[in-house]
């Protein structure tokens, strides 16, 4: 691609960087060529420039939608500081304010204007009036219905792209696994964007796995090496915030509930003491977190299971974002694996839902490296084990389990990768029911060819390889198995895996009795 000389100019101009981070000057590029673009970076890795610049470099006003009203007004403030023409639109402003921000909007001498999708109806009319120069929407997972901060507005927005072909889009999100990737092209109607991914991996985040024993003694533990630190305990319900807030105040720590119960005033009120330090434990549900901008969080616990791996994701890169070490704690019991299933909702969405939450439930019983699970969820494949987890401080006993990948993978290929688990061990084991006749895959070359292995024990192996990055499951299309790169290595370059042995402390972790 041809770098444009002046970009570097203005990102040094109007931002004071030296440099581009990674795939920055390579999105500017695609934009202010007029191409779509779907970046997927993670939090804090300076997403907004990769529209803020191209808004600055091409003619006309750029429309900036985002979902959060708090967030928007920072990055206009932060904006007019260095200069540049910026404003916002949302319902909670003066009627006169929205109507001076309007007319500047008309006389064409906003660089960019921010916008909450509710609000953009007031607007609309003049995109084919006045020259826009790009549409950007942020939190752009919130179209997902899928994903876990939907918002219903986001799923109008493929009008903009219908109706304005020539302007770019460029959708941003700091979460979004290929379900959800695939949604969003789709929703905005915008198939052919370059997609950039960058790495999702936080080095610097600690990741750990506890069993939900004793929780509030395991936290007080815990916090004994955290003195003075600040952090987040996220919970399933109110009123456990409200309890485990009580309990850590009563042995001296500084902490409150949030949830989505409390009034507005008093929730932005505890927002503002946390991002000051007077609140030093913020025990909340998951109301608690998006837009929080605060770079010394230490610590995540999860006193329960979150319901899929992208909410835990963002929720544990709530800490660290300075890049110091950070830690993120998860209680794992079956109990509220039972209880979020009950959670999930009847709908056209359900077995997603729940193949989600069984991904969940494979990191919180992983065998191997947990960075590699987690990666692995957002298709990024970690080359060898972090060394920076519970797991790869204490492995369990592995043995070279390539035999039995090559017969997995292999299965799977052969039945080109249509098939959910459960059909593909069924054939491996060389069953004799209604799916296997029905499909004639009792001619399959591989059909049998794992009958020594117990039914359980190839599911915990088929985990394995899921957890490892070397398997993927379609949620989308009835979890259908795929094979990832990593698959194709070990059937066809003799790639080695190694696999836990099954012994029983290895795979009963889960068993554990809740407090
Ligand atoms: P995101 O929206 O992806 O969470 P931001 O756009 O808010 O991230 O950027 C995170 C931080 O990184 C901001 O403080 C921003 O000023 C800074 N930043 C962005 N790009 C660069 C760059 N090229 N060089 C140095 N700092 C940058
Ligand atoms: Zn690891």
């Known amino acids: 691609m041809t770098v444009n000389p002046t970009l570097p100019q ?50 006309g006003t750029a429309v900036v939608i985002s979902p959060l009203i708090a967030l928007m007004k920072d990055q206009v403030d932060a904006l007019r500081a260095n200069g540049i023409d910026a404003a916002y639109l949302n319902s909670s402003q003066d009627e006169y304010i929205q109507q001076e921000t309007l007319s500047k909007f008309k006389n064409q001498t906003l660089t960019l204007l921010y916008i909450a999708p509710e609000s953009l109806a007031l607007i609309e009319s003049y995109f084919s009036l006045i020259t826009i120069s790009l549409f950007a929407i942020d939190e752009t997972h919130c179209i997902s219905s899928w994903g876990h901060d939907f918002r219903p ?24 696994d290929r379900t959800t990737q695939q949604d969003i092209l789709e929703q905005l109607s915008i198939p052919k964007a370059v997609k950039y991914v960058s790495s999702f991996d936080r080095a610097n985040i600690f990741l750990e796995v506890r069993p939900a024993r004793n929780r509030i003694k395991s936290i007080l533990d815990f916090l004994q090496n955290h003195v003075d630190e600040n952090g987040i305990v996220y919970c399933l319900s109110r009123k456990s915030t409200e309890k485990i807030a009580q309990k850590l105040n009563d042995n001296g720590y500084s902490a409150a509930a949030y949830h989505a119960g409390l009034n507005a005033e008093t929730r932005n009120n ?41 909410g835990y994701y963002q929720e544990i890169g709530r800490s660290g974002r300075d890049g110091l070490p950070a830690h993120a704690l998860l209680f794992y019991s079956l109990g509220d694996l039972i209880q979020l299933r009950t959670f999930i909702d009847h709908g056209a969405n359900q077995e997603v839902q729940y193949a989600k939450l069984e991904r969940m439930q494979h990191y919180a019983e992983a065998l191997s490296c947990r960075r590699k699970v987690l990666l692995s969820y957002f298709d990024e494949h970690y080359p060898s084990d972090c060394g920076y987890c519970d797991v790869c401080e204490h492995p369990p006993a592995y043995f070279d389990g390539t035999l039995i990948a090559q017969k997995i993978c292999s299965a799977i290929a052969r039945l080109k990768e249509k098939e959910a688990m459960g059909v593909v061990i069924d054939v491996l084991r060389g069953a004799e029911n209604a799916t296997i006749y029905e499909n004639n895959y009792q001619r399959v070359k591989t059909y049998g060819v794992a009958k020594d292995i117990a039914w359980k024990d190839l599911q915990q192996y088929f985990i394995q390889l899921l957890n490892q990055g070397i398997l993927n499951i ?19 370059k003799g790639k080695q895996v190694k696999l836990a042995i099954l012994a029983k402390e290895n795979v009963v972790r889960t068993n554990q009795k809740q407090e």
């Open 270 to 310: 505890l927002q503002e003491n946390f991002s000051r330090d007077h609140i030093k434990i913020m025990v909340a549900t998951i109301a608690f977190g998006m837009g929080i901008d605060k770079s010394n969080v230490r610590w995540v616990i999860h006193y329960n299971l979150p319901k899929n791996i992208e």
């Open 474 to 492: 379609n949620f989308k299309e009835h979890a259908r198995i795929e094979l990832t790169s990593l698959a194709k290595e070990i059937l066809f």
């Open 153 to 176: 507005a986001y799923t109008q927005l493929s009008r903009l792209k219908i109706h304005h072909p020539h302007i770019p889009v460029i959708a941003l999100t700091a979460t979004a």
């Open 10 to 59: 203005l990102l040094k101009t109007h931002f004071g960087f030296d440099q581009f981070r990674p795939h920055q000057q390579e999105i500017i590029n695609e934009v202010v060529n007029g191409n779509d673009v779907l970046a997927i970076m993670p939090t804090g890795g300076g997403k907004s420039i990769c529209y803020q610049l191209p808004a600055i470099y091409m003619e």
